[in-house]
């Protein structure tokens, strides 16, 4: 009986799993519609350029649906090039990864991108909303480390991911840290 209770337990209650996917979709170079000015005076055009995206992967580990899921950055630090010592970055509020709500299915890839570079600028950015008193927050070659928070079906996971920024738009390294 109680073997059958566990198995309904681990397939019906709702969870799930926050990773950086190192070795899968974790950091990919992708092409970017960029706007850029066109031939004529006050016209632009659409190119497409490389970039790439740092993202976390969310995983259902039940066999249910993870409704009304909300993903943000709760926490950034940065670590300067020789030391070991992190420095707290004040954030204004926490920071969605998504504009709206979603929903993480069984067996159905979710990454959710949190980082950008591209070959135009060479800069690391958000790809999305990003508050303005952060805006020149990378600037910098160094070690920035991200906390996450998702959130579902009254279920919450965090995770934290170390990014390090080499300068260079296709040269972004990241590892998940343990614990």
């Not at 390294?173 to 614990?179: I, K, L, P, T």
Request: charge should be neutral; include cysteine; proline fraction near 6%.
């Amino acid at each position: 009986m109680l073997e059958v209770a566990w198995h309904y337990k681990n397939i019906m209650i709702p969870n799930f799993n926050l990773s950086l996917d190192k070795n899968g979709m974790g950091i990919v170079l992708a092409e970017h519609p960029n706007l850029k000015s066109g031939p004529t005076l006050g016209t632009t055009q659409e190119t497409n350029e490389k970039a790439a995206y740092v993202r976390i992967r969310v995983d259902a580990l039940s066999k249910t649906t993870i409704k009304g899921c909300f993903a943000f950055i709760i926490a950034l630090e940065k670590q300067p090039k020789g030391t070991t010592a992190f420095t707290h970055i004040a954030l204004p509020q926490p920071i969605p990864l998504k504009g709206q709500q979603f929903d993480i299915i069984p067996e159905v890839l979710c990454m959710l991108d949190f980082l950008m570079s591209g070959e135009w600028d060479n800069r690391l950015v958000s790809p999305t909303y990003w508050p303005f008193i952060l805006r020149d927050v990378f600037k910098d070659e160094e070690t920035y480390r991200f906390t996450f928070i998702v959130n579902g079906d009254g279920v919450s996971k965090t995770k934290r991911v170390d990014v390090i920024w080499k300068g260079k738009w296709d040269s972004i390294e990241a590892v998940q840290v343990a614990g």
